[in-house]
Every structure is written in structure tokens, then in C-alpha cells.
Nanobody, 120 residues
């Protein structure tokens, strides 16, 4: 089976930084796109950033210039570096991976989530 395990969440003051990591493990042939989503209380889950296996990235407008996504294809890991954090960044952050376990099928996997809290 496949597991995505996130780490790096926590409590930080506004203006501070956090680094989230996500490691995918299990029976994985290749990982296509890796993404970070977040969900704040009472709000829908939203895309924060994504990165393809070739390194192309995209970001939500709200985090552009503050967050950076990167990945290590050899280690099946993705990192979200979050700088200049704001209270509105407070949410549970989820790692997501679109991956292939065989050449015949692409599946979508989620991590368990990690809490990020930014105090004002």
C-alpha cells in the first residue's frame, strides 16, 4: 500500500516561517504531481501549491511570493517552505500525490494532515 506522512506543522508567530515535509512510501512506480492543500475551520479545502515531476510549480495567489514548493523525486518527498506567515494561513495542511502503482492506473492519495497555527 501507499502512505503519505506529513511533518513540520506547529505554532508560529505572524511573520515567522515553517517547513512542511511529506514523504510517500509503499508500492510506488512513479509520482506525477504532488500538492499541498489546506483547510481552515468552516472553510473548504483549497489548493496551496503543486509541483510536477518535471519541477513545474503553481501557487494559490494568496501564498505567491511567500511559499515555495519543492520535491525530491528520488526520495518521493515534497516540501513546502512557508515564510512571512499570516494568521490567515492557519489551517490543517494536507499532502496530496497523484501516483502510479502500475502502468495501468493512476491513483490519488492524501496524507493525514498537519496543523499550522499562526498567532497574531
Amino acid at each position: 500500500q501507499v502512505q503519505l506522512v506529513e511533518s513540520g506543522g506547529g505554532l508560529v508567530q505572524a511573520g515567522g516561517s515553517l517547513r512542511l515535509s511529506c514523504a510517500a512510501s509503499g508500492n510506488i512506480l512513479t509520482i506525477n504531481t504532488m500538492r499541498w492543500y489546506r483547510q481552515a475551520p468552516g472553510k473548504q479545502r483549497e489548493l496551496v501549491a503543486g509541483i510536477t515531476s518535471g519541477g513545474s510549480t503553481n501557487y494559490a495567489d494568496s501564498v505567491k511570493g511567500r511559499f515555495t514548493i519543492s520535491r525530491d523525486n528520488a526520495k518521493n518527498t515534497v516540501v513546502l517552505q512557508m515564510n512571512s506567515l499570516k494568521p490567515e494561513d492557519t489551517a490543517v495542511y494536507y499532502c496530496n500525490a497523484l501516483l502510479m502503482r502500475t502502468f495501468a492506473q493512476i491513483d490519488n492519495y492524501w496524507g493525514q494532515g498537519t496543523q499550522v497555527t499562526v498567532s497574531s
